[in-house]
């Protein structure tokens, strides 16, 4: 696992990918520059077995991000997969695992645990259009369900953040990419406002406000503590 903190993915502790690789083929993917940089296949699907077992070994309570590294939940991904994924989750209730996916329908098929948050991305574009509705058809609204508009690269006003419990909201994160129009993010903000639903807003959007909200008051550990896990 890879730990986080203000200048990485700062709305979790740490990383985790016992699954690897994605068959999405997003044009914005910051996996692709890692691929060419560093002579490594970032996208062929696998089990990383040697990761499985990783969260056992933190002791102290943790967010953990499933799935940074390529999409856990993607229509290619063996059931087995998963399920060896979700028994190591089951068996750390310490800790809360922040799962997210371009494919939300595919949570239906799997028994949701109460140590973890369902997320699904909407970027503008035609593949996750209707994520929302399939996020919250396929995951019961006592679970916690939130939606990450990054990289935003569209206007979504239109989107309906009903049963919604957290957004994240940030921009492409590539060299020179263009930031989201403030006019896209003021209207996420206000819709989110408006329904009391927290926000998190990326660095990489450079926003001249800082605003770092969670669901439930809750805080990822590098907010207020420096010791080691």
């Known amino acids: 696992?890879?730990?986080?903190?203000?200048?990485?993915?700062?709305?979790?502790?740490?990383?985790?990918?016992?699954?690897?690789?994605?068959?999405?083929?997003?044009?914005?993917?910051?996996?692709?520059?890692?691929?060419?940089?560093?002579?490594?296949?970032m996208f062929t699907p696998?089990?990383?077995?040697?990761?499985?077992?990783?969260?056992?070994?933190?002791?102290?309570?943790?967010?953990?991000?499933?799935g940074s590294a390529g999409d856990s939940w993607?229509?290619?991904?063996?059931?087995?997969?998963?399920?060896?994924?979700?028994?190591?989750?089951?068996?750390?209730?310490?800790?809360m695992f922040q799962f997210l996916t371009k494919n939300p329908a595919r949570y239906h098929d799997f028994k949701k645990l109460p140590n973890a948050w369902y997320g699904t991305t909407v970027d503008g574009l035609e593949m996750t259009e209707r994520n929302i509705y399939r996020l919250t058809d396929?995951?019961?609204e006592q679970y916690t369900r939130f939606v990450s508009f990054e990289p935003l690269l569209r206007d979504?006003?239109?989107?309906?953040?009903?049963?919604?419990?957290?957004?994240?909201?940030?921009a492409d994160s590539r060299q020179n990419a263009a930031k989201p129009?403030?006019?896209?993010?003021l209207s996420l903000l206000?819709?989110?406002?408006?329904?009391?639903?927290?926000?998190?807003?990326?660095?990489n959007l450079d926003w001249p406000v800082r605003i770092k909200e969670m669901p439930h008051g809750m805080q990822p550990r590098h907010f207020n503590q420096t010791s080691k896990g």
């Open 1 to 41: 696992m890879n730990k986080q903190g203000p200048t990485t993915i700062d709305w979790t502790d740490y990383t985790w990918n016992p699954i690897k690789g994605c068959l999405h083929g997003c044009s914005y993917c910051y996996l692709r520059d890692i691929e060419l940089r560093f002579k490594r296949d």
């Open 46 to 66: 696998a089990l990383k077995a040697a990761a499985l077992r990783e969260p056992i070994s933190k002791r102290r309570p943790s967010f953990i991000f499933a």
């Open 74 to 95: 993607g229509s290619w991904v063996h059931s087995s997969w998963i399920n060896s994924m979700l028994e190591v989750v089951r068996d750390t209730p310490r800790h």
């Open 190 to 203: 206000k819709k989110a406002r408006e329904q009391n639903i927290p926000v998190w807003i990326k660095e």
């Open 181 to 185: 129009k403030p006019e896209w993010v």
């Open 138 to 140: 396929a995951v019961p």
């Open 156 to 170: 979504v006003s239109h989107q309906d953040l009903t049963g919604i419990d957290w957004v994240i909201i940030g």
